[in-house]
């Protein structure tokens, strides 16, 4: 069965950097119906198509993938910590105390 976490996240990357389905597929000399058939899930890239998505869209496999690779949780992590910068000094803040929290609790939960 094919991921369709995988498909949005691709998704996720080309809209992130501005792209239609068109001028994607334009760029990489695939077509439009072929992104949106992975875009959706329907399908999965082979190797050589998967590695020129991922440059055409000026992303890591592991920003793709770090939602079914279970190994991948260094990446979502520092894409956490990213998407705090935005945030204010106190939201900042009130987003690590729960963290703290949350990590104290599952240390708890371990013993």
Request: net charge neutral; aromatic share 6%.
């Amino acid at each position: 069965m094919i991921d369709k976490r995988i498909g949005r996240r691709l998704k996720q990357q080309r809209e992130a950097i501005g792209l239609t389905q068109e001028e994607l597929a334009s760029k990489l000399g695939m077509t439009t119906n072929y992104i949106s058939t992975v875009e959706r899930g329907a399908s999965f890239p082979r190797c050589e198509k998967l590695i020129s998505l991922l440059n055409g869209l000026n992303t890591s496999a592991d920003a793709v993938f770090c939602d079914v690779v279970e190994n991948s949780h260094n990446y979502y992590s520092n894409h956490v910590f990213d998407e705090m910068k935005s945030l204010s000094p106190s939201s900042q803040k009130k987003i690590l105390k729960v963290m703290e929290a949350l990590i104290e609790q599952e240390k708890s939960n371990d013993c």
